[in-house]
């Protein structure tokens, strides 16, 4: 059980970093859940999840593109046993065309909030004698596809810092580690399928078989329960030699 434990789960009001929230909720740790926004929606999300499971939910607004908020996210979360990198933002277009302020963006949000949030919570778990690090990649951290340069280098930059803080860490009570998911159907996915349906000349439907889960051999989306539950495995004792590697929850797309 992850009683006692405090986890703070970074761009999390809505897709996986909700759900993952509600699976480490579940095991039983108290949660901080956040995203750039400060609505009455979001608190409600919290309180919920903390109804729900009978644990201390809290939501926290900061803007992970800002390394001094990415970093006061986790000094007023106060306490950081599990931390959880999941903030992210897409863009596609070819490189010549590709906007310079999406490519800040999604640099500052998909890859430097994870450092800027590790650095503050480290010194906490060292403190505690324990931690968990889960930072969620992608299969595009692992695999490129065309036209999403920035998302794909953001990516495989999570997943080397995830390297990099295992080997720091690597004699401490502490793990780190990348998920790299396939495709989801959260709101991130759902906002490419109108598209890819018009360019294709589909219906969503058919966008959603023949284009989007082109890549993922199972033809199934992975769930947020599914990457909350793999999170949960992280935290565990069975996972404790368990550092410096990427858990793949892509119904095979990286075994082509
Ligand atoms: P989503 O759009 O549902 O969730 C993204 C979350 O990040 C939201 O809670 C949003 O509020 C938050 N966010 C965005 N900008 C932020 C900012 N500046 N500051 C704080 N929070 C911010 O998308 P999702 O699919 O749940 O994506 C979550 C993570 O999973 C991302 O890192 C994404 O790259 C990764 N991922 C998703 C898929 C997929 O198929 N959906 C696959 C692989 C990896």
Known sequence: SLKGKTAVITGSNSGIGLGV???LARAGADVVINSFTDRDEDHALAEAIGKEHG???RYIQADMSKPDQCRALIEQAGRCDILVNNAGIQHVAPIDEFPVEKWDAIIAINLSSAFHTTAVALPM???AGWGRIVNIASAHGLTASPYKSAYIAAKHGVVGLSKTTALETARENITCNAICPGYVLTPLVEAQIPDTAKKYGMTEEEAKQKVILERQPSKEFATVEQIGGT???LCSDAA???TGT???VDGGWTAL
Request: no cysteine; glycine share 0%.
């Open 231 to 233: 999170a949960v495995f």
């Open 246 to 248: 990427t858990i793949s």
């Open 125 to 127: 778990m060292r403190a």
């Open 240 to 242: 404790a030699q368990i």
């Open 55 to 57: 644990v201390t939910a």
């Open 21 to 23: 929230a509600h699976e």
